[in-house]
């Protein structure tokens, strides 16, 4: 895709609040990824940036023992973007760990 731009950079673009809260809460994306322009999504964003922190991502400091390992699935995520009627398409999906994903 030309720019640079992440599925979040996307939907900040193009306004999608609960896409971006899908793709930070459930798909862990990275914020802190900067587009061939140098911004990140939240740069995009016009309303509050406070939605591109993951809820209790505040470090638990002295507190932690220890690390924790943890396993996720892969996600998939199909964009397509319709000439006709200028439109993006996002279409989510999940690979299980050790599988390949198909390429596009």
Same mark, same amino acid.
């Given at each position: 895709m030309k720019g640079g731009y =992440?599925?979040? $950079?996307?939907? /900040?673009? @193009?306004? @999608?609040?609960h896409v971006i809260q899908l793709l930070i809460n459930n798909y862990n994306a990275k =914020?802190?990824?900067?587009?061939? $322009? *140098?911004?990140?999504?939240?740069h995009y964003w016009s309303g509050s940036t406070d939605v591109f922190n993951k809820? *209790? /991502?505040?470090s638990g400091g002295k507190g932690s023992r220890g690390r924790r390992m943890q396993h996720y699935v892969l996600p998939s995520l199909l964009l397509s973007r319709s000439r006709s009627q200028e439109q993006i398409k996002l279409e989510f999906g999940t690979v299980p760990l050790g599988q390949p994903r198909s390429p596009l």
């Open positions: =992440t599925a979040l $950079h996307l939907a /900040s673009i @193009h306004g @999608h609040l =914020t802190n990824i900067r587009d061939y $322009h *140098g911004k990140m999504a939240a809820p *209790g /991502s505040q």
